[in-house]
């Protein structure tokens, strides 16, 4: 059952893509005002440091609540279609699962489409954390990730390239509604046109177009839903079921399941794309809670000696 607070949420979102179909608005201009919620963003708590990074090769905050512990660090990669989003639309919702896991957060300000299509995103997420992993000297097991959309597209392009190359991997991954699939042949793309509150099929494509720049779809670098999974670190799926992309989700937790991944998939129902933003609603909450929970639980189990290079992940678990 939906609660109130989340039922004004979705009505406000359903009312935005009325709008927005009516009179799509510049991209600067929807850059300028984007946020996740349709209403003005949620602040970050009072006790947020926001720290510009000053000495990487790409611009970005460093978000340190009061409770951080120094020795976890969440890379937090954001969404929205790889064209918007910043730390204004993505910060609360960054430092939010932030402290539900007692961490820093780095929030990198990566490039966007189309101005920057594929693959400037990638190689940003990748300059990131070679950056935090060399310059900073943050070992691997001390690193989670956590994105949402678009962003766990990238963040799940980092953790495979970082496999490829032999190379240690975060000790866990947050995907939150991702966007795996940039040629949108997931059956939800048909089965929830007209119930997802934010997106048309349509819409997505439009939006990836801009990402893809003549990039074939269906390529794992862009779309890694069609790699092989093998090997990736512990991972968390939080997914709503009213979502056009539910489909990316659900394919992503089979395949790694098989693949011998431990992954969790969480499919929340009658809910919208990235939920978890909606800071006040009961869902949002627990999700988070929720979140805060898996990463404690693996940043305790990877406090160890790190583990070797590509070192596949044991014990698959799916839920919902």
């Known amino acids: 059952m939906v609660s109130p607070e989340m039922r004004e949420m979705i009505d406000r979102l359903r009312l935005r893509m009325v709008d927005r179909a009516a009179a799509p608005p510049p991209l600067d201009v929807m850059r300028e005002h984007f946020t996740l919620t349709g209403l003005p963003p949620y602040p970050m708590a009072d006790d947020v440091v926001a720290q510009p990074i000053s000495d990487s090769p790409v611009p970005g905050f460093w978000l340190d609540g009061a409770d951080a512990r120094p020795d976890r660090v969440l890379l937090f990669v954001h969404g929205a279609g790889f064209a918007l989003g910043s730390a204004r639309s993505h910060g609360e919702l960054a430092t939010r699962i932030g402290r539900a896991g007692r961490a820093r957060v780095l929030f990198p300000e990566y490039r966007l489409a189309p101005e920057h299509p594929y ?24 690193i989670a990730v956590a994105g949402d959309s678009a962003g766990a597209n990238l963040l799940l392009g980092l953790i495979l390239a970082l496999r490829e190359r032999g190379e240690e991997q975060p000790t866990a991954a947050v995907f939150l509604s991702p966007a795996l699939d940039l040629s949108g042949s997931g059956a939800s793309m048909v089965e929830q046109d007209g119930v997802d509150p934010i997106f048309t099929p349509a819409m997505i494509h439009g ?114």
């Open 207 to 320: 939006i990836f177009a801009r990402y893809l720049a003549g990039t074939d779809p269906r390529s794992p670098a862009v779309s890694p839903l069609f790699a092989d999974l093998a090997g990736l670190p512990p991972t968390l799926v939080q997914v709503g079921s009213a979502e056009v992309v539910l489909s990316d989700s659900e394919r992503f937790a089979a395949k790694a399941d098989a693949a011998g991944v431990d992954v969790t998939l969480e499919v929340a129902p009658d809910l919208p794309h990235v939920y978890q933003a909606m800071r006040d609603t009961p869902e949002a909450i627990a999700a988070t809670d929720r979140i805060g929970e898996f990463l404690d639980r693996h940043w305790q189990l990877g406090s160890g000696p790190s583990s070797g290079p590509g070192q596949r992940a044991q014990g698959a678990t799916t839920g919902s």
């Open 119 to 142: 693959p400037a995103g990638p190689q940003d997420v990748l300059a990131i954390w070679r950056w935090l992993r060399e310059d900073q000297g943050v070992p691997a097991n001390s």
